[in-house]
């Protein structure tokens, strides 16, 4: 059993290891945008609000914080505090995708939209959608690694009630709480090359 | 000691324990899942094979021969994209790899085994999509993709596009999976430096699938949203830079060239030993190297993009990085023809395919040199040396080890031999058929012959006639190859537990092997390579007559 453990955390670090690269060439792309149109990425980063950026990248710090207490629940067999913090990290998911819910509509709204469907009116500076094509790929791209994160909390709540969990073995809440702590890595980059740009 | 292994090969032989398609289609045992890898690959081979017979067939004449010039360069890009993400990258790999790994390992299977399975149907997944490719109007940009010709191009594009995404998965759980794999599941006694150095070589190719892969399919989902959604990444017009999508793409597909030798060198680096029954030469010295390839493979890439205009600073280090790669490569053909030295050589069809492998997988290395030098690339490149050396390296030289290796690991996985001196009319006549289609191709490029292109000027003609007739000779080689091992399957279920008197774990075994590889977990009582005079242990077999 344990030798079977240990090759499921080998097989999430192999695996966050791909996610970092395949987010990374989303960052590399953005530099090197950001780098030829230094102009455009600064007049377009502001129609995004630093207030709800903020606060989302508030609710996922605290989400992983949550995580790790499930974690530390299942591995010290608290089933009622493990089953607690796997309903709190899967509701804080639920309000940052309530939240980006509110940016996304705000920006289709008023046109800030990716590529050839961009129409915002009244801009000084050109190629602004060259930023939006990045800023809805990186984030939707994140948002979608969100959802699964809840699916996968779910699938974890569903064996915690069945009381599959104790000190004895905790495996896939360990690994779930890897993949989890990643997904809120990720947005902590995403957050000031998005939000802050200077 | 033949008769000794017959009498308990029918007891749980995986091959019809559990029976019936429904258990072959759900199994987790990573032989069924490498036997169903293999022959999956032989069909996309025999696919794109054809298209190269018809491309080759087209070459005959310098006009029109009998395609037109648009379905031409839909066949080269199926032929590219077909070869490359369905049949060279999962090849060994998902074959032998799954097949061999675990047994030599002294494993009951991989680490994952219904990841295992998940990422076999995957490939499939990926393998329609490209076939339906074909269906909906194709795609005629190139296996490469290059922008924006492919974001702006009709066709089917976006949906091969999106099946070579799909497959990198597959290709990325099978890496995870052995890596995990090599890493808990060794046979107890068996430390890093007496793993088989096949199971080196798939690591060192694991390592490659998941650092670069993932890029790729970022590169492939870029792609698609440019043309869908005109994010304008890739798009001179609209402000981006389609030389930043050859950077991307190289960044995977230089390293995926390695994804695609190094599981050669893997198999190479089990049948050379075996067949000589002399203790490999270097074992570090090839185990290190392969790792060093998997590092080395991944700062090369730009040597792609010589003129597709960077500055002279940045080609200069490229090529000089180029050049620093060819180093472990030479390593280990040299410590493989030491290991041959003083050997007792039997040259069984393993060991044909294995020797034809170091002749041309030598050439195709040594003209690869030609093009990691920035002044000759800058005339070769994009003519049909380049398409001589790429196939010296990727046919030339992974599948004729798929081949050795199919060979070699034929009796263990169907209890079965095939024609010996059949197989070795093949293995000739694929190695004449070889170098009769590509040694041409070299003497074009440096002529100028640029490839890719429909029509030719008529001096090209008696070259690319000899080109075409030799892939004539190669295509009858394989199927003589391919009749061959089916036409076995009318011998009994004799082969021994060691026919070539190998060393490895998986020789130890009953051919073909019980659903759960070894009765009891095996031990190691013996380095992989170990041929000394010295008592064999007991229960070991003895070495065949040489």
């Known amino acids: 059993m344990s030798q079977q453990f240990d090759a499921a955390k080998i097989g999430m670090w192999l695996f966050l290891v791909t996610e970092v690269l395949m987010f990374g060439g989303l960052f590399i792309g953005y530099g090197i945008m950001h780098a030829k149109h230094p102009a455009a990425f600064q007049a377009a980063h502001h129609h995004l609000d630093r207030i709800l950026g903020s606060v989302n990248t508030i609710v996922l710090l605290v989400s992983s914080f949550t995580m790790v207490l499930a974690v530390w629940a299942a591995q010290t067999s608290r089933l009622k505090a493990l089953i607690t913090n796997l309903w709190l990290t899967f509701g804080l998911a639920g309000v940052f995708l309530v939240i980006k819910y509110f940016e996304y509509s705000h920006k289709f709204h008023e046109g800030l939209l990716p590529g050839r469907f961009y129409s915002h009116m009244g801009d000084t500076v050109p190629g602004q959608f060259l930023f939006f094509s990045f800023y809805f790929m990186m984030t939707g791209l994140h948002g979608i690694h969100v959802v699964i994160g809840m699916v996968a909390i779910l699938l974890l709540l569903r064996r915690a009630y069945k009381g599959h969990f104790s000190a004895s073995y905790f495996g896939p809440v360990e690994i779930t709480g890897l993949y989890w702590h990643l997904v809120d890595l990720i947005w902590i980059y995403l957050f000031p090359l998005m939000y802050l740009v200077s | ?546």
């Open chain 2, 1 to 546: 000691m033949a008769t000794e292994a017959i009498t308990h090969t029918n007891h749980g032989d995986y091959l019809v324990d559990p029976p019936g398609l429904k258990s072959w289609l759900t199994t987790v045992d990573h032989k069924r899942i490498g036997l169903m890898y293999m022959w999956s690959v032989v069909f996309f081979m025999i696919v794109g094979g054809l298209f190269a017979l018809l491309l080759r067939l087209e070459l005959l004449t310098p006009k029109k021969t009998i395609v037109s010039a648009e379905l031409y360069n839909q066949l080269f890009t199926l032929h590219g994209a077909i070869m490359t993400f369905l049949v060279i990258i999962p090849a060994i790999p998902g074959s032998l790899g799954n097949f061999a790994l675990p047994l030599l390992l002294g494993a009951k299977d991989v680490a994952f085994p219904r990841l295992n399975l998940a990422s076999l149907y995957i490939y499939w997944t990926g393998a329609l999509m490209a076939v339906a490719t074909l269906v909906i109007g194709g795609a005629d940009t190139g296996w490469t993709f290059y922008t924006p010709y492919s974001t702006t191009t009709g066709g089917g594009v976006t949906l091969i596009v999106l099946a070579a995404f799909v497959l990198g998965f597959s290709s990325i759980l099978t890496g995870v999976n052995f890596i995990a794999t090599v890493h808990k599941l060794r046979a107890p006694g068996m430390g890093w430096f007496e793993v088989p150095l096949f199971c080196w070589g798939m690591y060192s190719t694991a390592l490659i699938q998941i650092l670069a892969t993932p890029v790729l399919a970022i590169t492939l989902l870029l792609i698609v949203m440019e043309r869908v959604l005109s994010v304008g990444i890739f798009d001179p017009a609209l402000g981006g830079d389609p030389v930043l999508f050859q950077h991307f793409f190289w960044f995977y597909s230089h390293p995926a060239v390695y994804i695609m030798i190094l599981p050669a060198m893997a198999v190479i680096s089990e049948v050379i030993p075996t067949f000589s029954k002399k203790t490999i030469f270097g074992y570090k010295a090839i185990a290190f190297s392969s790792v060093a390839i998997a590092l080395l493979g991944f700062l090369v890439w730009a040597h792609h993009m010589f003129v597709a205009g960077m500055s002279l600073f940045a080609g200069a280090i490229f090529s000089f990085l180029t050049f620093f790669i060819a180093i472990p490569s030479a390593i280990k053909v040299f410590n493989w023809i030491a290991t041959m030295w003083r050997g007792s050589i039997t040259l069984g069809t393993p060991m044909i395919y294995a020797i034809n492998f170091l002749l041309l997988f030598t050439i195709g290395g040594l003209t690869g040199l030609f093009l990691a030098a920035l002044s000759t690339d800058v005339h070769l490149h994009d003519t049909y040396f380049v398409v001589a050396h790429f196939h010296y390296v990727m046919a030339g030289s992974n599948l004729i080890a798929l081949l050795a290796g199919i060979h070699y690991w034929w009796p263990k996985m169907f209890g079965r031999f095939y024609n010996e001196a059949m197989g070795k009319i093949a293995a000739a006549l694929v190695f004449i058929g070889f170098n009769a289609t590509f040694l041409p191709q070299f003497l074009l490029g440096s002529r100028g012959m640029p490839r890719r292109y429909y029509n030719y000027l008529e001096q090209f003609q008696t070259l690319h006639v000899f080109s075409t007739v030799g892939s004539w000779v190669l295509a009858i080689g394989l199927f003589l190859a391919l009749a061959n091992l089916l036409a076995s399957f009318r011998n009994k279920k004799e082969a021994p537990a060691n026919p070539w008197g190998g060393r490895t774990l998986e020789w130890e075994t009953s051919s073909p092997p019980t659903t759960h590889n070894f009765e009891g977990q095996p031990v190691l009582k013996h380095g992989p390579y170990d041929y000394r005079p010295e008592p064999a242990p007991v229960g070991a077999p003895e070495p065949t007559h040489h």
